[in-house]
């Protein structure tokens, strides 16, 4: 049975990937599919966030020996996750059978403007001051989805999780910290597909296909995906995971 280990990316936790996992259960019946928060979010809410990507990975792997969860393992990871995934592929590459990427960026690889899309820094910004949580979940929703429909459940649900599992300030700058300081390999260091999302406001989908170029490794593209693409379209992203998985053992 293969491990699929899932990770999201900046102050985000499991609660967010919503019904992706079964999606993606649906297309890997034979997978046993692992949520993982990074440290300081969701149920790791009580630790201090590293000021590297490296440490960061360190913890996850120290979570799934607590699990008694042997590698080898696959990574499916987002955005700031992604990174997470790429430096435990790097430092492990004997407990990584494939990474996953989804709208990730690499500093050394894409600049700051691809890597944050100056259309959305004023929502940003915006978001760094205190504010009601549906109306700063509603901001989130705007910024990184394209097609899912914004319900107000959906909102709902998510200013539940912001107020009953905040992450602190200090934590979420040490994220941002450590992903811009984070330098990648300069090859894909183990198997790897590159997912992302064509209509991406927050993370240019250049970004990706930088990643895909240097690392000569497959890609996909959703033609009108946002950046949390399993959110806008879990099923097309568990397809092309599915789709890839039995040819992954080189480029394409």
Do not use: K
């Amino acid at each position: 049975m293969t491990t699929w280990v899932l990770l999201r990316g900046l102050t985000r936790e499991t609660r967010h990937w919503r019904g992706f996992p079964e999606c993606l259960v649906r297309e890997l019946p034979q997978a046993r599919v692992v949520l993982l928060d990074l440290p300081g979010n969701g149920d790791l809410l009580g630790e201090v966030s590293p000021w590297s990507i490296e440490d960061t990975a360190s913890r996850c792997r120290a979570v799934l020996r607590q699990l008694g969860l042997p590698p080898p393992y696959s990574l499916l990871a987002m955005s700031l996750g992604g990174m997470v995934a790429t430096a435990w592929a790097a430092g492990h590459p004997e407990e990584v059978a494939a990474c996953v990427l989804v709208n990730t960026s690499f500093g050394a690889f894409s600049p700051l403007h691809h890597r944050l899309h100056p259309r959305s820094w004023p929502s940003l910004v915006r978001l760094l001051f205190p504010g009601r949580p549906e109306v700063r979940e509603r901001r989130i929703f705007q910024l990184t989805t394209r097609l899912a429909p914004a319900s107000d459940e959906l909102i709902r649900d998510w200013a539940a999780i912001r107020e009953a599992r905040p992450v602190s300030a200090g934590n979420a700058w040490r994220q941002l910290v450590a992903a811009a300081r984070f330098r990648p390999p300069r090859a894909a260091p183990v198997p790897t597909l590159i997912l992302a999302g064509g209509g991406d406001r927050l993370v240019d989908p250049r970004c990706s296909a930088e990643i895909a170029r240097r690392w000569h490794c497959s890609m996909a593209v959703h033609p009108t995906g946002g950046h949390d693409l399993p959110l806008d379209d879990g099923g097309w992203v568990a397809r092309q995971v599915a789709a890839w998985c039995p040819a992954r053992a080189g480029p394409s």
